[in-house]
């Protein structure tokens, strides 16, 4: 009698699909995601019986031309006095903001001279560009 222990053949589960299923799935719930409708929540938003009106403050606007000519509002101003002329012109009109306009040749240097004048004033640079 041939009596002897059957091996036995391991079992195993394939995974090879599995990177593509959930790859799929994944595609799948990020494209309908997107196209989910936005005024899904409905908030309720204060109104206001009365409209008023904020207080709008005038920005100050700084140029700098080609030959490193200083201008705050259209007034010329020298380079040494300029920071000193701008705090005047930030409290008088209450402004927070200064707009540049700066010319095309100028430096990074005269542009990073100009912010650190702005930001030792605590007020905010915004670079006036044109449009391509």
């Not at 091996?7 to 394939?14: D, G, K």
């Not at 595609?27 to 019986?49: N, R």
């Not at 005047?88 to 005269?110: H, Y």
Request: proline share 3%.
């Amino acid at each position: 009698m041939n009596i002897r222990k059957r091996t036995r053949e391991q079992s195993e589960v394939e995974t090879g699909a599995l990177a593509d299923i959930l790859f799929f799935l994944m595609m799948f719930f990020l494209m309908i995601s997107t196209l989910a409708s936005p005024d899904a929540i409905k908030l309720l938003l204060p109104e206001s019986s009365t409209a008023q009106q904020t207080a709008t403050k005038e920005n100050i606007r700084l140029t700098v031309d080609e030959n490193n000519n200083y201008f705050v509002d259209d007034n010329p101003v020298p380079f040494e006095e300029l920071e000193t002329y701008l705090g005047d012109e930030a409290k008088k009109k209450g402004s927070e903001t200064v707009i540049l306009r700066i010319a095309k040749d100028r430096t990074v240097q005269d542009l990073t001279k100009i912010h650190d004048i702005v930001a030792r004033l605590n007020l905010g640079m915004v670079m006036a560009t044109d449009k391509l």
